[in-house]
């Protein structure tokens, strides 16, 4: 694969300070997904080097956190200038290796270089209190420190962003931190370790390994110095690692599955409707956690949003994203196009309506025709399971009380959306909705300065936002007796 600055794609891991190969010399093979071809091979890891990698970060963090603030932040500075610089050649690795056309990619380092920005600016933010004593001889203070070595595991669907939003914080509050990406997607990581190594990160405070995640998965999920995991990923993953965190009692951030309603009531702006569905939707191909899984539309306005809705999912072009022409990239892989099937397949069969769509693309491998299903009911999977594919499925409602039950009727709860012009509507429904994030006429919620993360079993803790420093952070207490 041909990239502007060829030392970007490296098909090794940054451990200890040094590129390196796996101990064995095994090795990934890491495929476009839309062409199917070898675009690069690297280490598979285990638990060996991941122990080491972890005792480095222990040494490599305590300099770390005895810098100010500043001096840690104008780091991160300098790294968000050479992403930017990069953008493009960072942008056709996201698009080779996970599919999404070039233009979401570009936007893609876009918001991964925000949270490099914004946690550099929160660094400096990072204050205690002195607190009013109960006693008069004594003083109170509170501080903030970093909890020290910390471990990422990430998803192949935002190859960037995902790292940069728990990267940025760990290294602005003084933390090392260990990334290991999915192995669909190591190279868009390891290119990003490159550039924050030019930036000026010291050896060890951000390494990279891929590899064999059960054992990497294990190791930094079991040992003791690493004291806060963060992942990204399915809620099975999720309870997997958050048991194995368990017996050393780690910090957690889970960002897990999602099932998110999208309830479009009578009152709301069609266009304006259509136009957030489509943009929530078929985002990476309906391949993000927060993508509407369940369109409720109320019966007034059903037939003339699905109307709408088939008439822009027709419009939309499917192939390579590397094409600049393509606005709909291939799933992620055969399991992925299996599960979308499945679910069609069991909605056509209790009575669903196929409006457009429906099959796989000509273009074969990995690539599915943007589908919109009507009279979709909750006794079919979509209401209950994360489809993660580009297919649209309309439910019909009728009272706000009615759906507002059906959205809640799910163990997930990250993000939610309403289209509604109705000002009472616009506070109420969120108040009653159990998610993590509403957003309220738009399908795009996600931005640096806002808190991202769900209740439920959609996981725990909030990334970005000034909240999403805290993850990072431990509060100490010292009471001064005079
Ligand atoms: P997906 O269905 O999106 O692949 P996963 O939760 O399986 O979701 O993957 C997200 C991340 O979790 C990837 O980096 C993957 O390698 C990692 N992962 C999967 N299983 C394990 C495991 N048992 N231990 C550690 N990491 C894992």
């Known amino acids: 694969m041909k990239l502007d600055n060829p030392a970007l794609l490296i098909e090794k891991n940054l451990v200890e300070g040094q590129w390196i190969g796996a101990d064995s010399g095994a090795t990934l093979s890491v495929k476009n997904v839309a062409t199917g071809e070898e675009i690069a091979s690297v280490p598979l890891l285990g638990r060996a ?20 603030a500043t001096e840690r932040a104008k780091i ?22 996970g ?14 270089a925000s949270f490099i920005t914004w946690f550099a600016e929160e660094a400096r933010r990072v204050d205690g209190a002195v607190l009013q004593p109960v006693n008069a001889s004594q003083r109170y203070v509170v501080t903030k420190q970093p ?3 910390c471990a990422a595991i990430t998803p192949w669907n935002f190859p960037a962003a995902m790292i940069t939003r728990k990267v940025a914080p760990a290294l602005a509050s003084g933390c090392a931190i260990i990334v290991k990406p999915a192995e669909q997607t190591p190279l868009t990581a390891l290119a990003l370790a490159r550039l924050g190594e030019e930036a000026g990160l010291p050896a060890g405070v951000l390494q990279v390994v891929t590899g064999d995640p059960r054992a990497i998965g294990e190791e930094l999920c079991q040992n003791p110095t690493v004291r806060k995991l963060s992942f990204t990923g399915s809620t099975e993953t999720g309870r997997t690692l958050m048991a194995q965190c368990a017996p050393s009692i780690k910090k957690l951030s889970l960002e897990l599955g999602g099932n998110a309603p999208v309830i479009v009531f009578d009152d709301a702006d069609l266009e304006q409707a259509v136009a957030g569905i489509m943009a929530s939707k078929f985002r990476n191909s309906g391949q993000t956690c927060v993508c509407a899984n369940r369109i409720y539309v109320q019966r007034g306005i059903y037939a003339a949003l699905s109307d709408a809705l088939v008439n822009a999912v027709n419009a939309l072009k499917v192939g390579n994203g590397l094409d600049e022409t393509i606005n709909q990239g291939p799933l992620i892989d055969e399991r992925a196009m299996n599960k979308v099937e499945s679910h069609i397949h069991d909605a056509l069969e209790k009575g669903a309506t196929l409006l457009t769509g429906g099959k796989r693309h000509p273009l074969g491998g990995n690539f599915f025709t943007p589908t919109v299903i009507g009279n979709v009911d909750q006794s079919m999977r979509f209401a209950r399971e994360e489809t993660f594919g580009p297919v649209a499925p ?8 009615e759906v507002i039950q059906y959205a809640n009727e799910t163990e997930f709860g990250l993000a939610a959306y309403i289209f509604t012009r109705d000002a009472r509507r616009q506070w109420l429904v969120p108040e009653a909705l159990e998610y993590g994030m509403v957003g ?9 300065v806002a808190p991202f993360g769900g209740i439920k079993q959609s996981g725990l803790g909030r990334e970005g936002s000034r909240f999403g420093m805290d993850e990072y952070l431990e509060i100490k207490y010292v009471c001064v007796a005079l």
């Open 76 to 97: 991160l500075h300098r790294w968000v200038s050479l992403i930017e610089e990069s953008r493009e050649d960072l942008a056709r690795l996201i698009t080779a290796e």
């Open 99 to 112: 599919g999404k056309p070039l233009a979401e990619a570009r936007g893609e380092i876009a918001y991964a």
């Open 440 to 448: 309220v006429n738009t399908g795009l919620i996600s931005n640096e």
């Open 147 to 149: 909890v020290g070595v």
């Open 394 to 401: 309309l439910f019909q409602f009728s009272t706000d009380e």
């Open 49 to 68: 080097e991941t122990q080491r990698a972890i005792a480095y970060a222990e040494q490599a963090q305590r300099e770390w956190k005895r810098r100010t």
